[in-house]
């Protein structure tokens, strides 16, 4: 059974995903020439009997043209493209709601923010750049508000108990130890600080993640050899930034 290893796996025809790697195509040279190691192009026979492309589509089968995208904190979960950064969403908002709970929160409130948008380009020797897209004020409201109602607006607890050590512990499950908003919410929560913290607004982003991905992936639509999906390449084309705001009482 196929074992995925690689940050960005494509789908591909049984032929192209096996002669890709020495293919004469133009694009193809110049995308081995940028450089392979973080993608892994997967024969269609090879994808159907992998079994992390079987559990993220929930046991529907892969098609020629899916991409995935590596779960930046669990190595062996991998996302499909389209849902990636639903997923990030989802797992940082968990993140900041279960980090809060073990610190004795006793309500959350929740907004997002759409920072800037930009469209992903690459030149003819795959360098990447970005170009800012102008968004009016109503199309931005209307994301944040999107944004905000998908991840729920406010969480409400008994605010018992302080685990700093437990806190710690999940951020470091979602890679968000090093992040100074996090750090200083646990830091202040501490049984032994001398003037323990009562409220505080939290910023997270959510995004990094995402972009970071993409940034890579989006070489496969511009070699213009690799066959994927249409709603990839819409997905990948497009670079948001935008941040949750969290708003803590204890």
């Known amino acids: 059974m196929e074992k995925l290893t690689k940050k960005i796996v494509l789908v591909e025809t049984e032929e192209r995903g096996r002669n890709w790697i020495w293919s004469g195509d133009p694009g193809l040279k110049k995308f081995r020439e940028f450089g392979t190691e973080n993608f892994q192009i997967l024969p269609f026979d090879k994808a159907l009997n992998c079994g992390q492309l079987k559990d993220s589509l929930k046991g529907s089968s892969p098609e020629v043209g899916m991409v995935f995208i590596q779960h930046p904190y669990k190595e062996d979960v991998y996302v499909k493209a389209e849902d990636f950064q639903q997923r990030m969403d989802k797992d940082k908002n968990e993140a900041l709601r279960r980090?809060?709970?073990?610190l004795g929160v006793k309500k959350v409130k929740v907004k997002a923010?759409?920072?800037?948008?930009e469209k992903r380009i690459c030149d003819a020797n795959l360098k990447l750049k970005v170009e800012e897209v102008k968004v009016d004020v109503k199309t931005k409201e209307e994301r944040e508000e999107k944004l905000t109602n998908l991840i729920e607006s406010e969480y409400?607890?008994?605010?018992?108990g302080t685990n700093v050590g437990k806190a710690w512990e999940i951020a470091e499950e979602y890679g968000l130890k090093n992040d100074d908003e996090v750090k200083a919410l646990i830091e202040s929560r501490s049984p032994n600080h001398p003037n323990k913290l009562i409220k505080m607004n939290c910023t997270i982003e959510t995004t990094k993640e995402c972009n970071e991905r993409f940034d890579l992936a989006i070489r496969l639509k511009v070699v213009g050899a690799f066959n994927v999906a249409g709603s990839f390449k819409e997905v990948v084309s497009k670079k948001e930034k935008y941040f949750f705001i969290y708003t803590m009482e204890f």
């Open 99 to 102: 980090i809060a709970s073990v």
């Open 113 to 117: 923010i759409n920072y800037v948008e």
């Open 156 to 160: 409400v607890y008994e605010g018992r």
